[in-house]
C-alpha cells in the first residue's frame, strides 16, 4: 500500500533520471561517431584519455553548481561566482608569490623556490576563507539588507574582478610553486586531485542538507517563505547558509581553476562559471523558483555540460559556434522540462502503460 | 434521471489519485435555477468532482452533459467557454496587482493607447457594488481581508462569462455573517436569472437556507440526492458521515466540568498591548488550563492580536508576559521556545507547504525548535507523523503523500498537527475548523477541551460564535480593533452578536 506508482513512472519522476538520460545521449553519441573517447589509457601510472579530462574539466563547475544548487533551492540565485572564484585564486596566487606587494615582479624572481616560503596549508586556507568571506556578504546582503538576491550578488559579480585585479595589482600571476599545481594536475591512485576534491566537498554538502535539517529547511524557505516563518524556521540564516556556502564552493573552485593553468588571470578566471553553474542546477531539475533540489542530479548538469563542450571540440567546432551549441542545449533542455513536454511525454507513457494493464 | 430540465449531468464518473480512489461511479445532475449542495466530510471527493466538471482533472471514465449533449471538458479555459463559471477553495488570484486587475484580468476595455484604466476601474468598481462591496479597487488585491478577496474572485467569475453554470467550491468558509448574507443575496438574484449554482460547504446551517437539493459524497461514493426540505439535518449528517454524531453533546460536558480558572497562574498576560494601525491597546491574560474565546467581525483585529502574541508582528507599545517572562524580542522561533504556537488563519500562505509531504510539515516546527543539528531521524518523523494523522483522522494513503494534494480540510489539520507536535503550553488556534466537516469539527473542538484539562491553554479564533461559545471559559469580544467587552463563558449568544455589531 506504500506506493502504487508504477516502477517505469516513479523511475521518470526520479530527479536523477532526465540528467542521466541527457548524458547517456551524449555518451552514445561519441560512442559512435567518436570511438577514442572511451578509450583510457594509462601513463606514468596515471589515467589519461577524454573522458578524464571530462571529470577534470568539469570539477570546478561540479563544485561551484553544488553551492548553487542550494542557493536555487532558497529561491535566490547567486551571480557573483565567477568573481569569487577570481578573488580567492587571486588571493592565493598573492601569498604565493615572493615579493609580496612589489609591483615588480620579474619571472625570474617568481620562479625561483626558494623565495616562495608561504607553506601550502596557508595559501589553501586564505584562498577558501576569501572565498567564504564573499559568500558571507553576499548572504547578508540578501538576508539581513533584504536586497533581491539578483541584485545583491550583481554588486559583487560587477566588482569582484576589479578587486582581484587589485588584489593581483592589475598583473596576471604566474605561480612556479609546484605544490600548488597538484590540484589541478596530481593524480592520486592513477585518478585526477580534483575528482577527490569534488568528492568531498559534495560529501560535506551531502551530510549538511541530508543529515542535519538545513536541507529541509532550505527546500521549506525556498518553497514557501512565509509559512517557514510562521513555523519557527529563520529564513534569514538558512539563505546566509546557503550564499556562505555557495561562495565557499567558488572558492575551492578557484583553487583547481588557478592550479590547471599555473597562472591567474583576474580577467578571465572563471569567466561565466555563474551561467554555467546556473544551467547545470536546471539541468538537474531544480526549480528556478526554489525549492526540492537534489546535488547529484545538479553535478551530472555540470558534468552534460562539459561533456557537451568536449565533444564539440573534438568535432572540430570553432568557439565562436561553440557558444551558439550551448544555446541550442539550453533551449532544448528548458523545453524539455516545460509543463507542456511533460504532460505529452506522460501522456505517451502513459498510454503505453494503460494497453500494458489491459492486456493483463 | 433524463430530466429535461438538467442543464448538467454527470454520469458514473470515476477519478483515481495514486492510493485515492478519489470518486468512484459518482452520478451528479443539475437544474436551471437551482442551488444544489454538494456535501460530504473531508476528502470526500467534492472538490475533485467539480475539477473534473471545470477540466483540471480529466475523469478515468464517465460521462458529461450540458443541456442534453455530451461534451468532454478539456481545460478550465474550455470550461468557462462551456458557460461553466468557478471560484475554487484556495483563492487563485494575484495578491500584488489591484483589484480592477484582477477582476478584469484578460478581459480589460481598451482605447487607442491601450488598456482603458479608468474604465476599467469604473467597470470593476460597479461590478463589486452589485455585491454591495465598495472598495477602492485600484488599491492591490493584497491589502483587503480574505473576505474582500472571495468576493472579488466571485465577481471575477461573474463578469468574465455570463455563465449558465455557477460553482461556489466552500465560498463562505472566510466570510461573516453580513458578508455571508450579501453573498446570499446575490446567490438568489442569479437563480432567479436561472443559473444553475453548486454549493459545497460545510456549514448546514446554509445548506438549509439556500439550497434546494443536496447530494452527498461519502469517501468518493455517491450517496444520494435529496431535496432539501425532505431530508431533516440528523439524517444528513448521518448519510455524511456514515454514523450518527453524540461528541457534540460530550463536548459541552467536558466544558461544564472544567469551567473557573481564573485563579490559577497565568501564562500570558499583556499589558496595553497594541501596534499602531493594527491594534490598540489591549489588556489581555490567559491562565493555566483556560480557554479564551476571541470573537469579532471580520477585520475586528483578532487575528492581529494573535500575531502580536506570537510574535509575527513586533508591538510598538505595552508589554507582554509569557509566564512571567517579559518578552523582548518578538519573532516566531522565540515563541516556539517560550512554548507558544499559532495555527494560522490563511491556511494556504501561513500554513502549509504544498510541495513538501505530510511527514515533513508535520515535523517542521518541531524541528524549527531542535534546530539544525538536532536532525529527527527519518524512522522517527515517520513515527512523529503517522501518530498523529492517525488521531486527526488526516484521510491521506501515505505520510509521503504531498500536502498540496490532500483535500482543504485534511490540510488544516496538517497543520493543525504541526503544532500539536511541539507540545505548546499556549495554543493560538485562528479558525482552526474553517473548512473542517462537522464530524472533524466536533473531534476539533473536543481536542481543544482535552489540552484545557491537561494544563494547557488555547486561545480559540472563530467566525462561528456556536463553536466559540461550545468551547470558551471566557470571551473577549472585539470591534473595530479594540477590545469591546470581556464575558464568562456562559454568556448568550445574543449579547455577544450584539456587542460585536456595537449595539452593546
Ligand atoms: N492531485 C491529487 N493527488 C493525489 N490525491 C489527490 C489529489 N487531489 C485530491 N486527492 C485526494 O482525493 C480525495 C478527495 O479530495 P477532494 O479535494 O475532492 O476532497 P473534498 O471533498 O473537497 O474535501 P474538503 O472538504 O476537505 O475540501 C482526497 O483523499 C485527496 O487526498
Ligand atoms: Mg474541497
Known sequence: MKNNTPLFKRVRENRLFWPLVALSLIFIFNAIFSPGFFKLGILDGHLYGNLIDVFNNSAPLMLVALGMTLVIATGGVDLSVGAVIAISAAMGAVLINPVFGNEEITNAVAADPTLTNTPLWLVVVVTLVAGTLCGLWNGLLVSRAKISPMVATLILMVAGRGIAQLIERGQIMTVYYKPYHWFGNGFILGLPVSIYIVAIVYAIAWVLVRKTSIGLFIESVGLNAKSSYYSGISEKNVKLFAYTFCGFCGAVAGLILGSYIHAIDANNIGLNYELDAIFAVVIGGTLMSGGRFSLLASMVGALIIWTFTITMYIFGVPANALLAGRAVLVLVVILLYSDYARRILNRIFERKGLQHDTAN | MTDSQNILSMNRIKKSFPGVAALENVDFSLRKGEVHALIGENGAGKSTLIKVLTGVEHPDSGSIELDGKPVQVRSPQHSQELGISTVYQEINLCTNISVAENIMMGFEP??????????????????????????????????????????????????????????????????????????????????????????????????????????????????????????????????????????????????????????????????????????????????????????????????????????????????????????????????????????????????????????????????????????????????????????????????????????????????????????????ILDEPTRGIDVGAKAEIQKLVLQLAQEGKSIIFISSELEEVLRTSHRIVVLRDRKKAAEYSGDVDDHTIIQTMAGIL
Not at chain 2, 119 to 132: G, I, P, T, V, Y
Request: proline fraction near 3%; charge should be neutral; hydrophobic fraction near 40%.
Open chain 2, 110 to 427: 481598451h482605447n487607442f493607447f491601450g488598456i482603458d484604466w479608468k474604465k476599467m476601474n469604473a467597470l470593476a468598481s460597479e461590478a463589486m457594488k452589485r455585491l454591495d462591496v465598495d472598495i477602492d479597487v485600484t488599491q492591490s488585491l493584497g491589502n483587503f481581508s480574505v473576505a474582500i478577496q472571495q468576493m472579488v474572485a466571485i465577481v471575477r467569475s461573474l463578469e468574465v462569462a455570463s455563465p449558465k453554470i455557477l460553482i461556489l467550491d466552500e465560498p463562505t468558509s472566510s466570510l461573516d455573517v453580513n458578508e455571508t448574507a450579501h453573498l446570499f443575496g446575490v446567490i438568489r438574484k442569479l437563480k432567479s436569472e436561472g443559473i444553475g449554482i453548486i454549493f459545497i460547504t460545510h456549514f448546514l446551517d446554509q445548506v438549509y437556507e439556500i439550497t434546494d437539493r443536496i447530494t452527498v459524497l461519502r469517501n468518493g461514493k455517491l450517496v444520494g440526492t435529496y431535496n432539501t426540505t425532505s431530508l431533516p439535518r440528523i439524517e444528513l449528517i448521518g448519510k455524511m458521515l456514515g454514523r450518527s454524531l453524540t461528541e457534540l453533546d460530550e463536548v459541552s460536558k467536558a466544558k461544564q466540568k472544567n469551567e473557573q480558572k481564573k485563579d490559577t497562574e497565568s501564562l500570558v498576560e499583556a499589558k496595553g498591548l497594541g501596534l499602531t494601525g493594527s491594534i490598540e491597546a489591549i489588556d489581555f491574560e490567559l491562565h493555566v488550563g483556560e480557554v479564551v474565546g476571541l470573537a469579532g467581525l471580520l477585520g475586528s483585529g483578532r487575528t492581529e492580536i494573535a500575531n502580536l502574541i506570537f510574535g509575527i508582528d513586533t508591538p510598538d507599545k505595552g508589554s507582554l508576559k509569557i509566564k512571567g517572562k517579559k518578552i523582548n524580542h518578538f519573532s516566531p522561533l522565540e515563541s516556539l521556545e517560550n512554548g507558544i504556537a499559532l495555527c494560522p488563519e490563511d491556511r494556504k500562505a501561513e500554513g502549509i507547504v504544498g510541495d513538501l509531504t505530510i511527514r515533513e510539515n508535520i515535523i517542521l516546527a518541531l524541528q524549527a525548535r531542535y534546530g539544525w543539528f538536532k536532525f529527527i531521524a527519518t524512522q522517527k518523523q515517520y513515527e512523529i507523523a503517522e501518530n498523529y494523522i492517525k488521531l486527526l483522522g488526516i484521510a491521506t494513503p501515505s505520510a509521503d503523500q504531498l500536502v498540496k494534494n490532500l483535500s482543504g480540510g485534511n490540510q488544516q489539520k496538517v497543520i493543525l498537527a504541526r503544532w500539536l507536535a511541539t507540545d505548546p503550553q499556549v495554543f
